[in-house]
């Protein structure tokens, strides 16, 4: 892992969805892992959003969420923290495209624009994905993404259609 990030704290936004098995526990269940995590403290958590599959050969609805942290881990520590997750929830990378147990995308970290082998952040697609921008607008809607500092409600005014996101369950509740 990396050493020691030069600002002790940032906000980090992540999108998490699930699309197999029991979808809202999962969500649930890997929030509460990420809260019990050393160096991360989960700030808000959104509601849960059945969403269609966008992008991928997926059989079955997503249920997706968005979080935010703040964390002192630099941002290649924390893609490192959420694919441990996905794997405890028996994820399996690689491949085209398709149904999984979780998913956790780090989308933004504070005003920082990553472009890396293995890591790009702002995610490349998040202004694209009313399943990650309904979530985050109702945490965090004035939290400014990079490069542009719009912030993701104007984002989401802006968004171009298609897609949709039902929300199933309040914040931090099971249906």
Known sequence: MS???????????LSLGSNLGRREETLLRALARLARRDGVRLDAASSLYETEPVGLAAERLFVNAACAVTTPLPPRDLLALCLEIEREFGRARGGPSRDRTLD??????????????GLT?????????????????????DFRLPPD???????????????????????????
């Open 149 to 175: 500092g719009k912030t993701v409600r104007e984002v989401l005014r802006g968004h171009a259609g298609g897609g949709w996101a039902r929300r199933v369950s309040s914040r931090g509740e099971a249906r």
């Open 121 to 141: 952040v702002p995610h490349p697609r998040l202004r694209e994905r009313l399943f990650v921008l309904v979530p985050l607008d109702e945490i965090r809607p």
């Open 3 to 13: 050493g020691p990030h030069p600002n002790p704290e940032t906000v980090a936004l």
């Open 104 to 117: 956790i995308d780090l989308v933004a970290y504070g005003g920082l624009s990553i472009r890396e082998p």
